[in-house]
């Protein structure tokens, strides 16, 4: 411990020694006398040490070091605050501006993840002060500082709900204000505002380090936000100020959009991922943010177009944030979109066909009721918005690929009531009245794995392609007659079902005109056939396990029970994502009759359609 003597012999020392020769030593000895009187409480003398106009070599030189434990002592809040900052401010305005800005660099790079939100909001204006001091090259430490900041600030858990986000735990709100009033001085500067001239160069260098900015910001964090205009929060002021600042640097919103590939630069390759781009899309087009400002020439469908890749990128996330802006960015760009207008050329294109298979992986897998709502809410606008050739193709696709019963059942529900419109005066199509939709009735009409089809699991797409058999059976003779004159959807369907030709359909055979009842008496026997042999063999399984249950729930031993059940009984019945073995015997119980109450239902329906059958066979007679 040095006495006071040989503290001012030091610094007498180095006031006379020039700042070459300053060795590291004393630098580190100078950092520690700072540290030692901001520990002691001694801030206010630390002050006055560094305002001395004797010490202004010193401070000029070794100031910088100085920093690191001024600020530690400003987040840790300690009293003397108030020396602190003047202490703070006074080296920002008398260091060196490039030793200073690379310490300052170095303290956000090497902060503490406990205090990110602090330290960030504390250097914020002392960053302001170093960037007006430089005299060159200040687009370029702009964007230094900018990109630091941010890779801090991605480390921050962003708040999704309207507490959190009023809570600010983690102080990121609180750090995208501070951002945003420190890009406003340079925005100011690149659209002439404050009044300074720069060079052709430095401008145009200062808008990419801003253009970049702004990029990031929608990455991270706003696309993991959840931004409404209906919420006035603290990330949507930060959004809008985003959105604005863009116009604001000459920057095209539909260049960025829509015709960012055609940009060689890697500088704006790297600054606008698709994931930046997809939060752009959706504020501009969903929440309508600058949106006065976006020419409006472009055609409903080169939007849709466009957008579908953003759509596509939200889609494939597995985040909640991700998805609603992905879900209503697609119901926003059909809107404008006239009905049975998309052109079947457009499913030819990548994220025409990824984004809705991207939109089933929602419907089927994610576990949030209000995203699967809507989701199956922008798979019907989706399919109100093709033409018949492209909801055929759009149909035999998701049939094949969804492996899901559900799904496929609203697709044969889509399927029955693109029959009837076609069946309408004025709406034939041969997409679903002639001989195209041969190849989609196979598919409709079919049991995977044959005899062994798992019923329950099957349940809701058996059962619709069962009403839609029904529905082409129940039409009126006279309809059918005129479709079957003319080589009918259903006429040559049957003809084709029934000579057992299942395979991909590119081009169709001509079939002989016979009567459109006998060939639908033909399909009933083909389908149903199989139909009814599944039945039979699903409901002999399920009687002998209902009665194998009933029997062990009469014996005593509850570890009997147990063992019998182990080894005689349902091991592998898969019943809606649930293993029938898991389940309590009650619930067992109930499952098991449930699913012989199902085989009683199709049964009946079969029946039924066996009927009518027979009756328009009489009819025809």
Same mark, same amino acid.
């Given at each position: 411990?040095?006495?006071?003597?040989?503290?001012?012999?030091?610094?007498?020392?180095?006031?006379?020694?020039?700042?070459?020769?300053?060795?590291?030593?004393?630098?580190?000895?100078?950092?520690?006398?700072?540290?030692?009187?901001?520990?002691?409480?001694?801030?206010?003398?630390?002050?006055?040490?560094?305002?001395?106009?004797?010490?202004? #070599?010193?401070? !000029? *030189?070794?100031?910088? $070091?100085?920093?690191?434990?001024?600020? @530690?002592? =400003?987040?840790?809040? /300690?009293?003397?605050?108030?020396?602190?900052?003047?202490?703070?401010?006074?080296?920002?305005?008398?260091?060196?501006?490039?030793?200073?800005?690379?310490?300052?660099?170095?303290?956000?790079?090497?902060?503490?993840?406990?205090?990110?939100?602090?330290?960030?909001?504390?250097?914020?204006?002392?960053?302001?002060?170093?960037?007006?001091?430089?005299?060159?090259?200040?687009?370029?430490?702009?964007?230094?500082?900018?990109?630091?900041?941010?890779?801090?600030?991605?480390?921050?858990?962003?708040?999704?709900?309207?507490?959190?986000?009023?809570?600010?735990?983690?102080?990121?709100?609180?750090?995208?204000?501070?951002?945003? #009033?420190?890009? !406003? *001085?340079?925005?100011? $500067?690149?659209?002439?505002?404050?009044? @300074?001239? =720069?060079?052709?160069? /430095?401008?145009?260098?200062?808008?990419?380090?801003?253009?970049?900015?702004?990029?990031?910001?929608?990455?991270?964090?706003?696309?993991?936000?959840?931004?409404?205009?209906?919420?006035?929060?603290?990330?949507?002021?930060?959004?809008?100020?985003?959105?604005?600042?863009?116009?604001?640097?000459?920057?095209?919103?539909?260049?960025?959009?829509?015709?960012?590939?055609?940009?060689?630069?890697?500088?704006?390759?790297?600054?606008?991922?698709?994931?930046?781009?997809?939060?752009?899309?959706?504020?501009?087009?969903?929440?309508?943010?600058?949106?006065?400002?976006?020419?409006?020439?472009?055609?409903?469908?080169?939007?849709?177009?466009?957008?579908?890749?953003?759509?596509?990128?939200?889609?494939?996330?597995?985040?909640?944030?991700?998805?609603?802006?992905?879900?209503?960015?697609?119901?926003?760009?059909?809107?404008?979109?006239?009905?049975?207008?998309?052109?079947?050329?457009?499913?030819?294109?990548?994220?025409?066909?990824?984004?809705?298979?991207?939109?089933?992986?929602?419907?089927?897998?994610?576990?949030?009721?209000?995203?699967?709502?809507?989701?199956?809410?922008?798979?019907?606008?989706?399919?109100?918005?093709?033409?018949?050739?492209?909801?055929?193709?759009?149909?035999?696709?998701?049939?094949?690929?969804?492996?899901?019963?559900?799904?496929?059942?609203?697709?044969?529900?889509?399927?029955?009531?693109?029959?009837?419109?076609?069946?309408?005066?004025?709406?034939?199509?041969?997409?679903?009245?002639?001989?195209?939709?041969?190849?989609?009735?196979?598919?409709?009409?079919?049991?995977?794995?044959?005899?062994?089809?798992?019923?329950?699991?099957?349940?809701?797409?058996?059962?619709?392609?069962?009403?839609?058999?029904?529905?082409?059976?129940?039409?009126?003779?006279?309809?059918?007659?005129?479709?079957?004159?003319?080589?009918?959807?259903?006429?040559?369907?049957?003809?084709?079902?029934?000579?057992?030709?299942?395979?991909?359909?590119?081009?169709?055979?001509?079939?002989?005109?016979?009567?459109?009842?006998?060939?639908?008496?033909?399909?009933?026997?083909?389908?149903?056939?199989?139909?009814?042999?599944?039945?039979?063999?699903?409901?002999?399984?399920?009687?002998?396990?209902?009665?194998?249950?009933?029997?062990?729930?009469?014996?005593?031993?509850?570890?009997?029970?147990?063992?019998?059940?182990?080894?005689?009984?349902?091991?592998?019945?898969?019943?809606?994502?649930?293993?029938?073995?898991?389940?309590?015997?009650?619930?067992?119980?109930?499952?098991?009759?449930?699913?012989?109450?199902?085989?009683?239902?199709?049964?009946?329906?079969?029946?039924?359609?066996?009927?009518?059958?027979?009756?328009?066979?009489?009819?025809?007679?």
């Amino acid at each position: 411990m040095m006495d006071e003597d040989q503290v001012n012999d030091i610094i007498q020392r180095w006031r006379d020694t020039p700042e070459e020769d300053l060795k590291p030593d004393d630098y580190q000895r100078f950092k520690n006398l700072g540290s030692a009187c901001l520990t002691g409480g001694d801030d206010a003398q630390l002050l006055k040490f560094l305002q001395d106009e004797k010490n202004q #070599g010193i401070v !000029k *030189s070794m100031g910088c $070091v100085l920093m690191e434990p001024l600020l @530690n002592e =400003v987040v840790n809040k /300690e009293k003397g605050l108030d020396y602190c900052q003047a202490a703070i401010t006074h080296l920002t305005r008398t260091c060196r501006p490039e030793e200073l800005l690379q310490s300052l660099l170095q303290l956000v790079e090497d902060i503490h993840p406990g205090a990110i939100s602090e330290i960030i909001i504390a250097l914020v204006p002392h960053f302001q002060t170093v960037l007006l001091r430089l005299e060159d090259r200040r687009a370029a430490q702009v964007g230094l500082i900018l990109s630091a900041l941010q890779r801090q600030l991605s480390r921050l858990p962003v708040p999704y709900t309207r507490q959190q986000e009023a809570a600010d735990e983690y102080g990121l709100c609180r750090c995208c204000a501070a951002l945003a #009033g420190f890009t !406003k *001085s340079f925005v100011e $500067v690149v659209t002439g505002k404050d009044g @300074n001239y =720069v060079s052709a160069a /430095e401008d145009e260098e200062l808008r990419m380090e801003l253009l970049k900015f702004c990029m990031r910001s929608l990455r991270e964090p706003l696309l993991e936000a959840e931004l409404n205009r209906e919420r006035k929060s603290s990330l949507w002021l930060f959004a809008t100020e985003i959105m604005v600042t863009l116009p604001a640097i000459q920057a095209s919103l539909s260049e960025l959009l829509f015709f960012s590939s055609l940009k060689k630069s890697s500088l704006v390759d790297n600054s606008q991922s698709r994931e930046s781009r997809a939060c752009l899309a959706y504020l501009l087009f969903v929440q309508l943010v600058t949106m006065d400002t976006f020419p409006a020439v472009f055609s409903p469908v080169f939007v849709l177009q466009c957008n579908m890749e953003y759509i596509d990128q939200l889609l494939s996330s597995k985040k909640e944030s991700h998805l609603l802006k992905g879900l209503a960015l697609y119901a926003k760009s059909l809107e404008s979109v006239p009905d049975n207008s998309l052109a079947v050329s457009l499913l030819e294109l990548k994220s025409f066909y990824s984004a809705p298979q991207n939109l089933r992986q929602v419907l089927t897998d994610c576990p949030l009721q209000h995203l699967r709502t809507s989701g199956l809410q922008v798979l019907q606008l989706f399919i109100n918005k093709l033409d018949a050739e492209a909801k055929h193709k759009f149909f035999r696709c998701m049939l094949k690929a969804s492996n899901h019963a559900g799904v496929e059942s609203y697709i044969v529900k889509n399927i029955k009531n693109q029959v009837e419109l076609s069946m309408e005066p004025g709406n034939s199509n041969p997409w679903f009245l002639g001989e195209e939709f041969l190849s989609l009735l196979e598919l409709v009409l079919c049991l995977p794995q044959g005899a062994e089809t798992d019923l329950l699991n099957s349940m809701d797409r058996i059962m619709e392609s069962l009403n839609l058999l029904r529905f082409l059976l129940i039409r009126d003779k006279e309809p059918w007659s005129k479709v079957s004159q003319s080589h009918s959807t259903v006429s040559l369907l049957l003809c084709q079902l029934t000579s057992g030709e299942w395979g991909e359909l590119m081009t169709f055979p001509s079939f002989p005109q016979t009567d459109v009842w006998e060939e639908l008496t033909r399909l009933k026997d083909e389908y149903l056939k199989m139909l009814r042999v599944c039945i039979s063999m699903s409901r002999g399984y399920y009687s002998a396990e209902l009665k194998a249950l009933r029997e062990d729930r009469k014996l005593k031993a509850r570890e009997a029970r147990d063992a019998a059940r182990s080894a005689r009984i349902v091991k592998s019945i898969t019943v809606k994502r649930g293993n029938v073995s898991n389940m309590s015997p009650e619930v067992q119980h109930q499952v098991l009759q449930s699913a012989l109450v199902t085989f009683d239902l199709m049964e009946s329906l079969i029946v039924r359609i066996d009927e009518i059958a027979e009756e328009k066979r009489k009819i025809g007679h």
